[in-house]
């Protein structure tokens, strides 16, 4: 079974995500990217959609134009776990 993070957990593993906002609503995590155009957008979605399978953890996200909105949680544990954290740094790394 999948862990939530305790309030210490969330609180570092927040301060270490700088451009990550916290819904505390849904005990998760968002970030909105912005890329040149549609295609720049849609490939970054590719290469997160790779990465998601690999990780078995796919996040919420939407797209409109050059804008990519991304909502992580764990469900299974009712709200951030490790697994989100660890996600958003891959993420991070494949903007940039």
Known sequence: MIEA???EERR???DGLE???H???RDAITRRFS???FSEAFAFMARVALLAEK???HPEWSNVYNRVDILL???DAGG???RDIVMAEAIDGIAG
């Open 80 to 82: 951030l776990s490790t």
């Open 23 to 25: 819904d505390e609503a």
């Open 73 to 75: 949680t764990t469900h």
């Open 35 to 37: 890329f040149a155009d």
């Open 55 to 57: 990780m078995d953890h």
């Open 5 to 7: 993070l305790s309030e």
């Open 12 to 14: 570092d593993a927040l």
């Open 19 to 21: 451009e990550w906002d």
